[in-house]
């Protein structure tokens, strides 16, 4: 649960840390299918979602919806897993 840490962890106030969180969940939930059940290949892609969740982040973020399409189109960018749902998610949000 490094993901999940990370998060936690982050320098933001309680707010911005729990939509933060919830946009993580969110947006995970929309794109775990895409990284197979190998649990290293699972833990590196929400370590990376999760630093890029808090790359789009501020301390004033509170819309989960606003963060986690954000996240979801700069992971699209740099992210490209054989033509997947990662960058029609990210497109669609």
Do not use: H, T
């Amino acid at each position: 649960m490094q993901a999940r840490a990370l998060i936690q962890n982050a320098s933001f106030g309680p707010d911005a840390l729990q939509a933060i969180g919830q946009a993580f969940d969110a947006a995970w939930a929309d794109i775990e299918g895409n990284f197979g059940e190998e649990p290293e290949r699972v833990a590196a892609a929400r370590l990376k979602l999760a630093n890029v969740m808090l790359s789009v982040a501020d301390n004033d973020s509170r819309d989960v919806q606003a963060l986690k399409r954000a996240a979801l189109q700069a992971l699209a960018k740099d992210y490209r897993v054989n033509g997947s749902r990662v960058a029609s998610l990210a497109a669609q949000r």
